[in-house]
């Protein structure tokens, strides 16, 4: 049954073509779009890049496990080939488009293969090509599966950072913290905010506590509920709230909406909130002329 | 009614919080870019937000239609947010200033109207809603149109 040895073999084969061609598939490939636009610096990089990955595929084909993505073989060059599609998509490549660029790497390969029989029409020939055209597409999986991988990483560690830098209590002055709020006020967001603020009053020991809403774009109903409830509950640990940062915009637009923050001390300005809070602490602040005159 | 040179309309569901903020960012953009001053692009974005709120806490989720509009005269933004949820029982009630079934401070609706020129809710009990708005660029508000 020589078809039969033929089948069996082809991984075998490939292997052995990919780790005798090592150099000549690495040359090749290294003017491919794929390797090309991403190593521009050098070419000696680009190749030694395309080594790895041709070293990567004859070990995965030596194991057999042509199809699976998961082979241990890939573990090596995962990495390279996640920043490679990075790099990519950093450039404006669509994902299709990536996975086009990883497919063009399929034709040089080939021909280098066929190049091997001196009877490209053989059985064995033919089931090596296939054996080759089904690792080069599991490849291209392993490159598309990596960076969705990143993509979502890098979401996820945005989204923490996002969480730590929203919501920074600053102590302005003795028994004076403030808030400068940032981005949208959602439930969960402004759930963290008066924790914090709650926290900061106790350990601060805070009278005065300013909410600064200069960067939150939108005021709407559960914004501004959201800062009411965060006002009050200050309000029953000792501290008095006052909220600043109102634009003009932003002011108008409560007042449409029906909002009623009547019973809120708001201020135009971070400013002016720190100037009320120290005067309800009988602060004074005035300029000293032996200051400036003695400079 | 008002429809001519329309320009293309753009859906976006509404099936999450964060699907909020991407309504609320399209309308401001296009508001922006329609002409529409700071203050109506803000009455704007927060009618949007308000609706479409309404949209996924009342509605169980959506999508918006938001679409640019030129009448000849100014040019303006029809925002149209519609759900297939329960839909609104007392209409009257639901636009009550401070009534409210679902914990928040009862001026979604009403307020959301007050901020644009023309205003409509399309509802039927168990059928779902849809709530339309529209706003004129550098229009002084029109007289309150009577719902529906």
């Not at chain 1, 991403?38 to 990567?56: I, Q, W, Y």
């Not at chain 2, 927060?46 to 009342?58: C, G, I, Q």
């Amino acid at each position: 049954m020589p078809e039969q040895d033929a089948a069996e073999s082809a991984p075998q084969v490939v292997s052995s073509f990919l780790e005798r061609r090592r150099e000549q598939v690495a040359q090749r490939w290294a003017d491919a779009l794929l390797f090309r636009s991403v190593f521009t610096l050098s070419r000696d990089e680009a190749v030694e890049a395309c080594k790895a990955v041709v070293d990567a595929l004859s070990e995965v084909a030596v194991s057999g496990r042509l199809e699976d993505i998961d082979a241990p073989g890939f573990g090596t060059v995962r990495e390279q080939l996640g920043r490679m599609a990075a790099t990519r998509a950093r450039a404006g490549s669509t994902p299709s488009q990536i996975a086009d660029e990883v497919a063009g790497l399929r034709v040089p390969a080939m021909d280098l293969l066929r190049d091997e029989f001196t009877d490209p029409t053989s059985a064995q020939a033919q089931e090596s090509v296939l054996a080759l055209t089904v690792l080069l597409g599991t490849l291209r999986l392993v490159v598309m599966e990596t960076a969705l991988d990143a993509n979502s990483e890098l979401i996820e560690r945005q989204r923490q950072q996002l969480l730590e830098v929203a919501t920074p209590v600053i102590k302005l002055w003795e028994s004076t913290v403030a808030v400068p709020l940032i981005g949208t006020l959602d439930s969960a967001r402004s759930q963290v905010v008066m924790e914090s603020l709650l926290e900061a009053i106790v350990d601060q020991r805070a009278r005065y506590a300013i909410l600064d809403i200069t960067g939150v774009p939108t005021v709407d109903s559960l914004v501004a509920q959201h800062l009411m409830k965060t006002v009050a509950a200050a309000r029953l640990m000792g501290a008095e709230c006052i909220v600043s940062g109102i634009r003009p915009a932003i002011a108008q637009t409560i007042v449409q909406l029906g909002i009623d923050l009547g019973s809120v001390v708001t201020r135009a300005s971070l400013a002016d909130a720190l100037a009320y809070a120290l005067g309800r602490q009988g602060i004074e602040m005035t300029r000293s002329d032996t200051g400036a005159s003695a400079r | 009614m008002h429809i001519s040179g329309q320009a293309s309309a753009t859906s976006l569901p509404i099936g999450s919080d964060a699907d909020l903020a991407w309504v609320r960012q399209h309308v401001r953009q296009c508001a922006a870019q329609l002409g529409f001053g700071l203050v109506q692009q803000t009455k704007l974005v927060t009618a949007a937000s308000e609706l479409a709120r309404n949209t996924l806490v009342h509605g169980g989720g959506g999508h918006a239609e938001i679409t640019p509009l030129d009448n000849g005269l100014t040019r303006g933004l029809r925002m149209r947010f519609a759900d297939q949820g329960p839909g609104i029982r007392d209409l009257e009630l639901a636009m009550t200033d401070g009534y409210t079934s679902g914990g928040g401070l009862g001026l979604g609706l009403s307020g959301a109207k007050r901020l644009v020129h023309e205003f409509r809710v399309d509802t039927e009990p168990g059928r779902g809603t849809t709530v339309t708005a529209v706003a004129w660029v550098a229009q002084v508000p029109a007289s309150r149109k009577g719902l529906q």
